[in-house]
Nanobody, 121 residues
Framework: VQLQAYGGGSVQAGVSLRLSCAAS????????LGWFRQAPGKEREFVAAISGSGAITVSPTNQGRFTIFRDNVKSMVSLQMNSLKSEDTAVYFC????????????????WGQGTQVTVSS
């Protein structure tokens, strides 16, 4: 079971960026898929999640700018990030599992390696 996140990069503030995460080795149609991020010197924080039924949760910090969607046939989850800010700079991780609380790490069994997003103002 592996998750591969990609799509990060260095961008200017205000632009959009899409991160994607491909799963291999297993279908994840029944799993909740989530994105977390960790900035230097800070704790990992929840960004967004989408359940197996398609219910979407986005952190209050990112509501209105970020959205998440999944493709169960391709076993992929993507994070669309708009109007990026310098404070969005972080390593972004995708995760899959059945968390009792989608905004918390416990219950996400599989994690990708992370992809760096750097936003300069």
């Amino acid at each position: 079971v592996q998750l591969q996140a990609y799509g990060g990069g260095s961008v200017q503030a205000g632009v959009s960026l899409r991160l994607s995460c491909a799963a291999s080795g297993r279908r994840f149609s029944n799993y909740t898929l989530g994105w977390f991020r960790q900035a230097p010197g800070k704790e990992r924080e929840f960004v967004a999640a989408i359940s197996g039924s398609g219910a979407i949760t986005v952190s209050p910090t990112n509501q209105g700018r970020f959205t998440i969607f999944r493709d169960n046939v391709k076993s992929m989850v993507s994070l669309q990030m708009n109007s990026l800010k310098s404070e969005d700079t972080a390593v972004y991780f995708c995760a899959a599992g059945r968390p009792p609380i989608v905004a918390a790490s416990p219950g996400y069994w599989y994690w990708g390696q992370g992809t760096q997003v750097t936003v300069s103002s």
